[in-house]
């Protein structure tokens, strides 16, 4: 399995970005699929994720409001579309895909959760 992130770039505080996660290898329409992110010096941080079913979304604190999650399985893809963006959200976004059924049922917050990682993307926010 191969998860090819995209869509990063720079951008202004306010502005938006539509992250993109396609897979490779396997279909993803069993799976629930996460984005995380990693700055430098900080532990990774749960950004969002997605049910296989796409039923149930969860967001982290810091993005709820202004992120959203998506999938379309039949493109084999996973989305983030990122509005009013801060400097704070600067950093590398990862997406990931969980291989568990029952985990994937409710999509988990927990990067262990989560078998396969995208190379990451990185999203910088000038201030």
């Known amino acids: 399995v191969q998860l090819q992130a995209s869509g990063g770039g720079l951008v202004q505080t306010g502005g938006s970005l539509r992250l993109s996660c396609v897979a490779s290898g396997r279909t993803l329409s069993s799976n629930a699929m996460g984005w995380f992110r990693r700055t430098p010096g900080k532990e990774r941080e749960f950004v969002a994720t997605?049910?296989?079913?796409?039923?149930?979304?969860y967001y982290g604190d810091s993005v709820k409001g202004r992120f959203t999650i998506s999938r379309d399985n039949a493109k084999n893809t996973v989305y983030l579309q990122m509005n009013s963006l801060k400097h704070e959200d600067t950093a590398v976004y990862y997406c990931a895909l969980d291989q568990d059924a029952y985990s994937s049922s409710y999509g988990s917050k927990l990067p262990v959760s989560y078998d396969y990682w995208g190379q990451g993307t990185q999203v910088t926010v000038s201030s």
């Open positions: 997605i049910s296989r079913s796409g039923s149930s979304t």
